[in-house]
């Protein structure tokens, strides 16, 4: 079986900084693609960042020059540094993984449970 297990969402000031982390557990799988999305009330989810397997790294225009998306693959993790954070930067955060399990024959969509950030203004 494969989760992943996000941490680091809470409540900062504008301004203010976070880092969330996302973990995959298990054993016996690949990780390709990694991703951080949101959404906040009302609104569609969105991506927010994106890495491949090779470090190569997009941003939605709303978080460029602020947020910055890496990637461990030795504990198969995800971060992601949010710098000069902003009420609307507000949401629910979910990381998503691209993972083909060793026994499967393509890769799945695995998703965290989602961490709430919160911007006060």
């Known amino acids: 079986q494969v989760q992943l297990v996000e941490s680091g969402g809470g409540l900062v000031e504008a301004g203010g900084s976070l880092r969330l982390s996302c973990a995959a557990s298990?054993?016996?799988?690949?990780?390709?693609?990694m991703a951080w999305y949101r959404q906040a009330p009302g609104k569609q989810r969105e991506l927010v960042a994106q890495i491949t397997s090779g470090g190569i790294t997009n941003y939605a225009d709303s978080v460029k020059g602020r947020f910055t998306i890496s990637r461990d693959n030795a504990k198969k993790t995800v971060y992601m540094q949010m710098r000069s954070l902003k009420p609307e930067d507000t949401a629910v955060y979910y990381c998503?993984?691209?993972?083909?399990?060793?026994?499967?024959?393509?890769?799945?969509?695995?998703w965290g449970q989602g961490t709430q950030v919160t911007v006060s203004s």
């Open positions: 998503y993984f691209a993972i083909r399990r060793y026994l499967d024959f393509n890769y799945r969509d695995y």
């Open positions: 298990g054993s016996d799988f690949t990780i390709n693609f």
